[in-house]
């Protein structure tokens, strides 16, 4: 098992941007895929993006394509996710998530963080 903290979080005026940082302990990060998702107040978790074991791969939820980038450093244990262009809908709960192998859904992650709350005022 691994253990995941978020960190980056705020609130942002439109247009503006945040970098949302995930550290793992507990296993080396290079064992695992790893993705964003976000929860927004009354909506269900919804995937973001995520990023092969060596960074070659990466998918993003349609409506965050060109704001958001997703990165890995192996060697420091932690995930990133710039994200650039902040819109209000983006307003949400960011967590990141580890698990075997690349996927969208949420029941292909095994180990989660607590979240960083992300708001984006109009």
């Known amino acids: 098992q691994v253990q995941l903290v978020e960190s980056g979080g705020g609130l942002v005026q439109a247009g503006g941007s945040l970098r949302l940082s995930c550290v793992a302990s507990g296993r080396p990060l290079s064992s695992y895929i790893m993705a964003w998702f976000r929860q927004a107040p009354g909506k269900e978790r919804e995937f973001v993006a995520t990023?092969?074991?060596?960074?070659?791969?990466?998918y993003y939820v349609d409506d965050v394509q060109g704001r958001f980038t997703i990165s890995r450093d192996n060697a420091k244990n932690t995930v990133t996710l710039q994200m650039n262009s902040l819109k209000p809908e983006d307003t949400a709960v960011y967590s990141c998530?580890?698990?075997?192998?690349?996927?969208?859904?949420?029941?292909?992650?095994?180990?989660w963080g607590q979240g960083t709350q992300v708001t984006v005022s109009s």
């Open positions: 998530a580890a698990g075997p192998g690349l996927s969208r859904r949420i029941e292909g992650y095994t180990d």
């Open positions: 990023i092969s074991r060596s960074s070659d791969l990466t």
